[in-house]
Structures are given as C-alpha cells and as structure tokens.
C-alpha cells in the first residue's frame, strides 16, 4: 500500500460510519490560530475530532532557539492520538480547508511514528466536500480511546547543525515550499528575515495542486519533481519552509509521484534565522 493516498469527498461519505474509522479535522490560520476549533464548532464532518496545528501537532516554542512550530514531543503526540481513537490498524483521514497543508503536517507526524499504513488526505479538503452537497456535523464524536505506540523515525529528521554541514553537497536537493517572493526574500509577511537557505530551490507547495485546489495526478507531480532533482537522489532531498508545515506537503507529494518519504529540515526558515551566522540567501 502506498504511504501517500488521497480520498474523495464521496468515497469518504461512503464509508464516514466505517467502524474503527478516524477523521481528523486539521484546519488552521496563521493569521488567527482560534480558526481551526472554531470553524470545527461551526460544523464539521460527521464523526472527526479536531486536531490544532498548534496545540497537538507543534511543541512547544523557545524563542531564538527553535522555528514557529517545532515538532510535538513524541509521547505527548501519541497521547493524542489514542485519545483520537487510533490504533496501530486504523484508516485515518485528514482534512484541511482545502490546500492540505495542515493535514499534510498531521500525515507526515504519523509516518514519523511509524503510521505509514491506511492514512489519507481528503482531496479537496473541505472546499470539495462542500463543492459536493455533502454536509456537516455539529456532533461531538464517539471515540474509543486508541492503543497506538509508535517511535520516532530520526532519519525523516534534520537539524540545523546536519543541514549546515551538508550545504554545498552536490547530492543536496533542497527544497522551499514557499511562495517565490519570500523565497527570493522580496517579501516576509511573518518572520524577522527574508530570503532562503543557501542552495534551495523554491517548489511553493501550491503548484502541487491544479486549479481546482485538488492534487495534481501523479505523472504530473513526478514531472514537476524530476525537474527540481535532475540527476540527484531523491533518497538526499530535504524539504523545509516557514516552519516546518507546508513542507510536508512537498514530501506527501514526493511520494504520491512515486518517490521515497524525503527528509524534513523540521525547524525550518523561523529556526535557521535564529542564529546569524547561518547563511541566507536572496534572490532565485
């Protein structure tokens, strides 16, 4: 089974009342991080709990030491998700507004654990659910608590000090998943620094999408991906971004075209401006 699959909005409506089924609600805002378990209180699918980027699926921050959403201690994580109702078997759907950011960060925690297994984002999220008349739940979900146990997978994991010695590498693919005016450094809306890491190439996690907000299939996706590898492997990618979210998304569709779970630079741009003898770069 691949370790990267997507669900329509009507394949999940089929099989929502699945016995052992768990449904995550992931939605969040940077821009105003009640969002997520507000909209989730306004109406939500049938049967999902709601997971918050930043209280569930980000640890604690330190200021000038780790990025804006560190990775969650991993015995806090699996905590959650057995109160969520996972068990080491179960089938996970994950689902955002839309894009699949925030629910690709849930999905990229989970193979982190060792849950590589039945997990899947809702493609379209929840602008497609509703794009096809299907509804929403203001019901709280019946859970039963879940057994899963998982451990941490280090090598899906980089720090800043295993990043830095590796800058320069020829075998090095580094990908950005920000959008190309803060790649560039010409705009920073959110962090003190604008630019990249040296050696990056920008692959903004968006045009992993079509223009109905939907995946690209995945010969679209390898062809977009081949082009940022060349002759590379893609076992030395890392990806990284703002903060270690919207990455994910570029490593889930890594590996719905068809290549390995790359590597997560997990503290990203807000960890590597924190000490100012890392390098930056502007410009493409």
Known sequence: ????????????????????????????????????????????????????????????????????HPLPDPADLIERLQTWGINADSEVVLYDDGPGAYAARAWWLLAWLGKRDGVFILDGGLKAWHAAGLPLSLDSPSVTRGTFTGTPDASLVLSAEQLQQRLGQPALTLLDARGLPRFKGEVEPIDPVAGHIPGAQCAAFTDNLGSDGRFLSAEQLKQRFTAKLGDRSPADLVAYCGSGVTACHNLFSLCLAGYPLGALYAGSWSEWINDPARGVAKGE
């Open 1 to 68: 089974m691949p370790i990267a699959q997507l669900i329509s909005p009507q394949a999940l409506d089929l099989k929502k009342e699945t016995p052992g089924l768990v449904i995550l609600d992931c939605r969040f805002a940077l821009e105003d991080p009640d969002y997520g378990q507000r909209s989730y209180a306004e109406g939500h699918i049938a049967g999902s709990s709601f997971a918050d980027l930043e209280r569930d699926l980000s640890g604690a921050v330190v200021k000038g030491v780790t990025g804006r």
